[in-house]
């Protein structure tokens, strides 16, 4: 294995395209084209020199792995390896290889394969990782759906509006596990990273809250819950409209936009809102983790 040089990048694309189109080598985040990594790794100061290796047989690429370091965990990028070395033999092999040569003591490392990449979720149960989440990636394409509700009693709130993001995360946190949800805190860094929350209020009392980011052309759902007692009364849409007219009247027609969503595999409910809104399932997702040792 050695460190990406700027030579290696049209490999890496070619990797990157397999694990998009391929279920059978595909990797969830932050899987997808190279622009995107490209983007992703610029916000945590790396590049893709820095973060992936290429994996070599005889001299010949043959493959690429590599990091993404989010607050959360270690992301692992890959294993992806061309399509005649795509083995659990390779997998296993080279994936506690790469754990021990770099300084990855004590961290949560998390690899997420999207469902159908049935070598890499063989060996991660073998290595010791846990199989900790299943979610489905959906997306809706923002230029063929049109907002069906008005969208009063929602405002966008910063992080000025402590009182009103503290009540956003006390909804959040009655459905959400606290991984996901991080509560107040994950909330401002969140907010300070860029993303935009809005509340939707009955009576002056705040009922749901949604959260987004919106990175170049990549628009993501973070968060939408709506309280208990309020749900099925139209509030969940009407956040979720706010949404996609805020993107789409920033937005040049004649390109497509997306707007990006992951929720659990399990939530039904969410799935088939979601479904009805217009989203469509790109891929289901698996989550595995292990806590590396000290
Ligand atoms: C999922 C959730 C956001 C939906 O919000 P909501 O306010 O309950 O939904 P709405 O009343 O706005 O429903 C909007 C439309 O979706 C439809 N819908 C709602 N739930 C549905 C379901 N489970 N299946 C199919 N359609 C559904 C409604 O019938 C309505 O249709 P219409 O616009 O054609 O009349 C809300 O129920 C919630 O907060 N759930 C718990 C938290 C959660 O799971 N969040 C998502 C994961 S982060």
């Known amino acids: 294995m050695r460190q990406a040089t700027e030579a290696d990048f049209p490999f890496v694309d070619e990797m990157l395209?397999?694990?998009?189109n391929n279920p059978a080598m595909g990797i969830g985040y932050p899987g997808g084209s190279f622009e995107d990594m490209q983007k992703e790794l610029s916000e945590i100061d790396k590049t893709i020199s820095n973060s992936?290796?290429?994996i070599e047989n005889n001299n010949r690429a043959i493959g690429i792995i590599g990091i993404y370091d989010a607050p959360w965990g270690l992301y692992l990028i890959g294993p992806i390896f061309a399509p005649q070395h795509h083995s659990s033999k390779n997998i296993a092999?080279?994936?506690p290889t790469f754990l021990?040569?770099?300084n990855f003591?004590?961290?949560t490392v998390i690899v997420d394969a999207k469902e159908g990449n049935a070598a890499m979720v063989d060996v991660l149960e073998t290595l010791g990782f846990e199989h900790t989440y299943s979610g489905a990636?959906?997306?809706l394409n923002i230029g063929q759906c049109a907002p069906k509700s008005a969208t009063t009693g929602v405002s966008k709130i910063s992080l000025e509006h402590k009182a009103q993001l503290e009540r956003v995360c006390e909804i959040f946190d009655a459905y959400l596990p606290p991984w996901r949800s991080g509560g107040m805190n994950y909330m401002e860094e969140l907010l300070e990273g860029g993303a935009f929350a809005a509340t939707v209020s009955e009576g002056g009392s705040i009922v749901g809250g949604i959260v987004w980011e919106r990175r170049g052309d990549f628009n993501e759902l973070n968060y939408l819950c709506i309280d208990k007692e309020y749900q099925s009364k139209g509030y969940g849409r009407r956040l979720l409209d706010y949404v996609i007219e805020d993107i789409r009247?920033?937005?040049t027609p004649d390109v497509e936009h997306f707007l990006y969503l992951d929720v659990a595999q399990d939530n039904v409910a969410a799935r088939d809102f979601y479904t009805h809104c217009g989203f469509e399932t790109e891929y289901l997702r698996m989550v595995y983790t292990i806590k590396t040792s000290v």
């Open 17 to 20: 395209g397999l694990a998009a």
């Open 52 to 54: 992936i290796l290429i």
């Open 93 to 95: 092999e080279v994936i």
């Open 100 to 102: 021990n040569s770099g």
């Open 105 to 107: 003591a004590d961290k």
């Open 137 to 139: 990636s959906m997306r």
């Open 249 to 251: 009247s920033t937005t």
